[in-house]
């Protein structure tokens, strides 16, 4: 069965399912989440993703993000997919949420509403080849440089919630 995600109204409400690439193919309202670990250093991790990933291979991103399956709640799809991401999980906090839509490559749009989870960790993360080609701690500033050096290598949604740096800040300080 292919992998389905929630169909959601501009309030979040749930509205149906639908199959993922369908639902990217037709641009269609749908919850998702990008988690945001740092590490005590203040250093956020950023993962590249894999070349093979069905949309932006090869571009840099948040830790990890994804959609919950239906009957899944967010935070347990965020704990989720950084376990099959990055192969560590830990306690995360739901700071805010917005919604974007964007095209992306390959004839695909998201348009999403995004839960932005945050948490801390110090351990080595062990990227799994098939999610992300390669990963690093960054700080800020670089971060906000390398943004407007070269925002073509940074995946939509990251660019969009690295932009809300304040509430960033405010929910997680």
Not at 144 to 168: G, T, V
Request: hydrophobic share 35%.
């Amino acid at each position: 069965m292919e992998e389905q995600v929630i169909l959601v109204d501009h309030q979040d409400r749930e509205i149906g399912t639908m199959d993922k690439i369908e639902a990217h193919r037709q641009g269609q309202l749908h919850r998702a989440f990008s988690v945001l670990i740092f590490n005590s250093r203040g250093e956020l991790l950023l993962q590249k993703r894999a070349d093979t990933k069905y949309h932006c291979g090869g571009m840099w991103t948040n830790a990890c993000d994804g959609h919950p399956r239906p009957g899944e709640t967010t935070v347990d799809a965020a704990h989720r997919r950084l376990r099959e991401e990055l192969g560590f999980d830990c306690p995360l906090e739901e700071i805010h949420r917005f919604t974007y839509r964007v095209e992306l490559d390959h004839g695909l749009e998201e348009h999403e509403i995004d839960h932005v989870f945050v948490g801390r960790y110090d351990g080595i993360p062990t990227p799994n080849p098939d999610e992300a080609s390669e990963i690093r701690w960054i700080d800020w500033a670089t971060l906000e440089q390398e943004l407007r050096d070269a925002p073509d290598r940074y995946a939509a949604w990251s660019r969009i919630a690295f932009a809300q740096r304040a509430l960033i800040e405010v929910g997680w300080g």
